[in-house]
């Protein structure tokens, strides 16, 4: 079978990637090759995985027609130099490196590469983050679209300019972050109430799921629903006031704001 997809770099993110893929089924697990640092890492994935595993990067590139790199910014150069002279005439190479952008790319690999930035969040190890796709001038339609489902695999994903990914990283990149802190406060303040802390946690988790969930599948505006629940004189709507008052909207857009300013000081 022809090899379709080679992952190099068998990190958290990357080990997510593969599983997700070959976990939909959208590709099978002996038309893909994932690359690690060590035999004895690359013999544990090909066990857990149930595809080829390597610890050469060059044998797991050659003659991939989608080679996924998911190692950490700065080895981006030396990952290049190793596979730029194998890669296959129509290959497409997918970064998932931060701020390496696809200039940079281009510079490593040629400008004749196909290739893709891609910014992927940490709900995607549990079959649900949210990726941001941009394509270099090289990729056909038809390119973007297979990387885009293969993205699709663990979460969802949308092809957005290359200038937006500062706004990617602020928003979905580092967001969980953000997130994360809200629910703590929520659940410290059932804590404060007398909620024991595994039910504060649950009570807080849950209530962040199912209100995105119900965002996503109805279409319904975040506003309409928080005016939903804000009945007149009621509890809700006092503890917006409060919010407001203390200036959660303003602290977020701020925080996110301070997040793609560092990406772009980065890159």
């Given at each position: ?10 990190g958290?993110?990357g ?17 893909v ?111 973007v ?71 996503m ?51």
């Amino acid at each position: 079978m022809h090899k379709e997809l080679a992952l190099i770099g068998c990190g958290a993110m990357g080990t997510a990637i593969v599983s997700g893929i070959l976990g939909a089924g959208l590709l099978p697990p002996e038309a893909v090759t994932v690359s690690t640092h060590s035999p004895v890492s690359a013999a544990r994935l090909a066990d857990e995985l149930g595809c080829p595993a390597t610890a050469d990067n060059t044998e797991a590139a050659r003659g991939a027609k989608i080679v996924f790199l998911a190692v950490k910014p700065p080895l981006i150069p030396e990952v290049a130099a190793e596979i730029a002279p194998v890669l296959a005439p129509d290959a497409v190479v997918v970064s998932v490196a931060a701020g390496v952008t696809l200039e940079r790319l281009e510079e490593l690999l040629g400008s004749e590469c196909k290739i893709a930035r891609v910014m992927p969040n940490l709900p995607a190890m549990v079959g649900a983050g949210m990726s941001a796709l941009s394509p270099n001038r090289q990729m056909d339609t038809e390119e973007v679209d297979r990387v885009k489902r293969l993205l699709e695999g663990f979460g969802k994903a949308e092809v957005v300019p290359e200038g937006q990914m500062d706004a990617v990283v602020a928003v979905s990149g580092s967001g969980p972050a953000y997130v994360c802190l809200f629910i703590e406060a929520l659940a410290d303040a059932g804590v404060a109430e007398g909620m024991p802390r595994g039910s504060a946690y649950t009570f807080a988790e849950q209530t962040v799921l199912g209100t995105a969930a119900y965002l996503m599948e109805t279409g319904v505006h975040p506003a309409v629903l928080k005016d939903r629940v804000c009945s007149p004189s009621g509890t809700t709507i006092a503890a917006v006031a409060a919010l407001e008052e203390r200036g959660l909207r303003s602290a977020v857009i701020e925080a996110a704001r301070a997040c793609a300013r560092r990406n772009r000081e980065l890159g």
